[in-house]
């Protein structure tokens, strides 16, 4: 049993016991054994073959397929988060029209499957075989054979973009509701407009409590490109799927995949935190304690 010395009103130094807490070590212990146990039968099992595992881990299509995951996940990333910054200010807007179809997008988008998405997108040559843009009543304009524009990859990057501003515009709108109404107010004063006060001062507030959560997003949607493979976008988990349906290697390659998904969660979740300490305790002091404002109307009423 371990003792610290604290000081008693007096100066003296008085030792005291720590209590040991016997549950908490056996709940760890139980914890340890069970975890140790299971990676013991996964490690030893005689039908799965590690040679292959690390054979495959840098196989040329696993690693494009890495690549690929990448790709999708920043495309859909970005177009998931421009988009729901617009959506979340049409839901806020005055204007019941926007409000209404900007609520009426996040409710559906919110409330299909990603995967019916991603499916419906790689099949839209059903519905619309020709994409046509083109100047109303006139014959100026182009168009698109949908089977060539649809691959898996642009299915992916727009199912998996689209459903994500549906969810980014809910946190948008968070965190423009949590910017100080008085500054707000200020703005309004100054004679400012509903844009340039949107743009001036209400949105770089809320971008620093806005972007920590982005890091999430980005972690979540990593994962979610594993949907990608019913599409066939020629991504990590397509890829691997393709070759363990040629090999049989079923849960070596998906051990390879899991290792690839690990690694780039591991990569993003350090950059989360990042931004987190970048701009956490910004948000807090700037949003509580209305630093922005007190910096940038008096530079506009000037």
């Known amino acids: 049993m371990r003792t610290e010395p604290i000081a008693d009103p007096s100066g003296t130094l008085v030792p005291v016991a720590r209590t040991w807490h016997w549950g908490r ?26 040679g292959k595992v690390a054979g495959y881990l840098f196989n040329d299509r696993i690693l494009a ?7 999708i996940s920043l495309l859909a ?18 204007n019941p029209v926007l409000s209404w179809m900007a609520t009426f997008y996040i409710w559906f988008f919110r409330g299909t499957p990603v995967l019916v998405q991603l499916i419906f997108w790689y099949n839209l040559a059903f519905l619309f075989p020709r994409l046509v843009l083109k100047i109303p009543f006139t014959m100026i304009g182009v168009m698109w054979d949908t089977n060539q524009v649809m691959t898996g990859f642009t299915a992916a990057m727009l199912g998996l973009g689209l459903n994500l501003a549906a969810y980014f515009a809910e946190t948008v709108r968070a965190g423009i509701q949590a910017v100080d109404h008085g500054q707000t107010e200020a703005a309004y004063a100054l004679g400012m407009t509903p844009a340039k006060r949107m743009r001036v001062i209400v949105l770089p507030q809320a971008l620093r409590i806005i972007i920590p959560p982005t890091g999430n997003e980005f972690i979540s949607m990593l994962k979610t490109t594993s949907l990608v493979y019913v599409v066939a976008g020629h991504d990590l988990m397509t890829n691997a799927s393709q070759i363990y349906k040629a090999n049989n290697l079923i849960m070596e390659l998906l051990i390879v995949a899991s290792l690839w998904y690990m690694l780039m969660t591991a990569v993003a979740t350090f950059l989360q935190g990042r931004l987190e300490r970048r701009f956490g305790s910004d948000a807090v002091r700037l949003v509580r304690g209305g630093g922005l404002a007190a910096r940038v109307l008096p530079k506009v009423a000037a």
């Open 77 to 94: 990333t970005v177009l998931g988060l421009v988009l729901g910054v617009v959506i979340a200010i049409a839901r806020l807007s005055h």
């Open 65 to 71: 397929g890495v690549w690929v995951t990448i790709e």
């Open 25 to 50: 070590w056996l709940a760890g212990a139980v914890a340890l054994a069970l975890a140790g146990w299971l990676v013991y039968l996964v490690v030893v099992n005689p039908r799965l073959h590690w």
